[in-house]
């Protein structure tokens, strides 16, 4: 049964390559399309503008504001195991108690 599944999953993964490889091919082509009009192409520090400092830029920005405009409460935080928490919160459990 081992050996017919895997004949099975081998047969898919074959197919599934063909097709793709078949279905890229107009990507690689070297004539020009009508109405084709490509730009002229990016600078290595363009590329790496673009693609890697822009978005790092973005997220430290977002970051920056969700950390400055941050209004919860220290008491409403969660406390990570081993650290020392506060006694307040301790303090206001045991008066009810």
Do not use: C, Q, W
């Not at 490509?38 to 520090?45: E, H």
């Not at 590329?47 to 919860?72: E, N, Q, R």
């Amino acid at each position: 049964m081992d050996k017919k599944n895997a004949l099975r999953a081998g047969a898919l993964a074959a197919g599934t390559t063909l097709m793709m490889l078949l279905m890229s091919s107009p990507a690689l082509a070297l004539t020009r399309d009508d109405g084709d009009d490509p730009g002229t192409g990016l600078s290595v520090i363009e590329t790496l503008g673009y693609y890697v400092l822009a978005p790092l830029a973005l997220f430290a920005i977002i970051a920056g504001l969700v950390m400055a405009l941050d209004k919860s409460k220290p008491e409403h935080r969660v406390i990570t195991p081993g650290t020392k928490g506060k006694t307040k919160t301790k303090a206001k459990v045991a008066a009810k108690a």
